[in-house]
């Protein structure tokens, strides 16, 4: 390795500690990067829906929650409490995860990459037993959209509580 290069290396391991597994740029073989998808993300939906995940990823784990805040087509809803996010995980540019639906019924599996500062997601429903119900055409149904796309919401910042209130 040239002295350029070895520069290089341990300006990137000095910036970006966290990509390296090895100690030293002669013992770098290994790049183990995991995007950081923990936050808020949201996702405006065509019936005013916004479906919300919640996301915690630490080292290759995705912990969380899902939950849906109702559109005026499900007016007669409230906001769907969180359920939480279990077998989840990351790996490479990838995450998955899975929550069961609010009333038991069904398995939704979660599947998704970053893309450009927001996440491209993809699900499948699964019905518990044969017979349960298919829910309806939100986040938890089987008549729900099977991508979509959340964006990061970052919290308010004090200036902007200023001006809301």
Partial sequence: MNSLTRRAVILAALVFPQIFLAQTPDQITQVDWVPNISGRWESLQWNLDIYVLELKATNK???????????????????????????????????????????????????????????????????????????????????????FVVKHQLPPTKRSRDIIQ
């Avoid at 077998?87 to 599996?109: A, C, L, Q």
């Fill in 61 to 147: 784990s995705l912990t969380g929650t899902v939950s849906m805040i109702p559109g005026p087509s499900h007016a007669e809803s409230s906001p769907i409490k969180p359920v939480e996010i279990y077998d989840g995980k990351v790996e490479g540019n990838r995450f998955e995860f899975k929550v069961k639906s609010p009333d038991g019924m069904r398995i939704i599996r979660f599947t998704g990459a970053p893309d450009s500062g927001q996440l491209r997601v993809t699900r499948s429903v699964e019905l518990v037993q044969p017979g349960a119900s298919p829910g309806t055409d939100d986040i938890f149904g089987t008549r729900g959209p099977l991508s």
